[in-house]
T-cell receptor
Framework: KQEVTQIPAALSVPEGENLVLNCSFT??????LQWFRQDPGKGLTSLLL?????REQTSGRLNASLDKSSGRSTLYIAASQPGDSATYLC??????????????FGKGTKLTVNP | GAGVSQSPRYKVAKRGQDVALRCDPI?????LFWYQQALGQGPEFLTY????????KSGLPSDRFFAERPEGSVSTLKIQRTQQEDSAVYLC?????????????FGDGTRLSIL
């Protein structure tokens, strides 16, 4: 059974810092890995999707890497801003032969960026 | 609309009542997922539709949970004889088509409270 772990559970940083969020998964047979952002009382917003054959994806100040063989991904946020404060969730899906494209999520990292 | 729409946003019910939660996916999206999110946890998969076909219901916690998508667009999640442990946020997500490395787009969820 796939399990996803995110470390740390919470992180508080001053504005302007670069930071790294970590995600690990137990079964390396994945279809893709997705990073989401969740604001309080809201749904999830997709940030980055990394296909199993890719090593990284970038969008603006965000960069996500994937090391499938070791079961790890990192989300790098450059020059953090107070508006980045949210919970960040990592999720993996399994290959087609494994059933539906359902996502297995970690518990998230709650990020607070202080002005 | 442009995004996934869920209604109601909040639902309070007494233990033992039946509830129905609605999801309007993005127009033209073939895949539709339901997830359950407990407080402080990541979402957990409930069920998956490809058009009107329910292809995976492995995450439904009991036979009190029932989902349908009769015309391949709007979906309804029904919970019969609700219990306190059913209190959670229920999230709906859709994607353009299966196995295309497209991100899942989430609604804001329905927060269900069982008294």
């Amino acid at each position: 059974k796939q399990e996803v772990t995110q470390i740390p559970a919470a992180l508080s940083v001053p504005e302007g810092e670069n930071l790294v969020l970590n995600c690990s998964f137990t079964d390396s047979a994945i279809y893709n890995l997705q990073w989401f952002r969740q604001d309080p009382g809201k749904g999830l917003t997709s940030l980055l999707l990394i296909q199993s054959s890719q090593r990284e994806q970038t969008s603006g100040r965000l960069n996500a890497s994937l090391d499938k063989s070791s079961g790890r991904s990192t989300l790098y946020i450059a020059a953090s801003q107070p508006g980045d404060s949210a919970t960040y969730l990592c999720a993996v899906s399994r290959p087609p032969q494994g059933g539906s494209e359902k996502l297995v999520f970690g518990k998230g990292t709650k990020l607070t960026v202080n002005p | 609309g442009a995004g996934v729409s869920q209604s109601p946003r909040y639902k309070v019910a007494k233990r033992g009542q039946d509830v129905a939660l609605r999801c309007d996916p993005i127009s033209g999206h073939v895949s539709l997922f339901w997830y359950q999110q407990a407080l402080g946890q990541g979402p957990e998969f409930l069920t998956y539709f490809q058009n009107e076909a329910q292809l995976d219901k492995s995450g439904l916690p009991s036979d009190r949970f029932f989902a349908e998508r009769p015309e391949g667009s709007v979906s309804t999640l029904k919970i019969q004889r609700t219990q306190q442990e059913d209190s959670a946020v229920y999230l709906c997500a859709s994607s353009r088509r299966a196995w295309s490395n497209q991100p899942q787009h989430f609604g804001d969820g329905t927060r269900l409270s069982i008294l």
